[in-house]
């Protein structure tokens, strides 16, 4: 099992930067051995999908990653296992970014479809994000 809390939503003006973390508390596998993703909904819409992040490969190259077209070029998932927190950096918002963000992690082998909600077992309770034009 893990526990997932998200911080660092609020409110910002289009066109800034806000950086939300999730922090993992694991019990059982350690943190690394999950895949990370971030959704989001907004008011009166469906959770979707913002980013997906895999393992940290043994190496030390960058993880893979994956992003919702909305996003892509403007958002940033990474992970620091040792902290056991992943970030999500949220560049140019837009008043469209304005949602709740929740973080999802799911042990990497079950991660089948990074977009898809049902390949997550565990999420965080959520932290507001409200972009003003």
């Known amino acids: 099992q893990i526990q997932l809390v998200e911080t660092g939503g609020g409110l910002v003006l289009a066109g800034n930067t806000l950086t939300l973390s999730c922090l993992a508390s694991?019990?059982?596998?350690?943190?690394?051995?999950?895949?990370v993703g971030w959704f989001r909904q907004a008011p009166g819409k469906e959770r979707e999908f913002v980013a997906f992040?895999?393992?940290?490969?043994?190496?030390?190259?960058?993880?893979?990653?994956k992003y919702a077209d909305s996003v892509k070029g403007r958002f940033e998932i990474s992970r620091d296992d040792s902290k056991k927190t992943n970030y999500l950096r949220m560049n140019s918002l837009k008043p469209e970014d304005t949602a709740a963000y929740y973080c999802?992690?799911?042990?990497?082998?079950?991660?089948?479809?990074?977009?898809?909600?049902?390949?997550?077992?565990?999420w965080g309770p959520g932290t507001q994000v409200t972009v003003s034009a």
């Open positions: 694991p019990s059982g596998r350690p943190f690394r051995t999950y895949a």
């Open positions: 992040i895999t393992l940290s490969p043994p190496n030390g190259s960058p993880a893979n990653t």
């Open positions: 999802a992690a799911g042990l990497a082998h079950t991660v089948v479809v990074p977009a898809g909600e049902r390949s997550y077992d565990y």
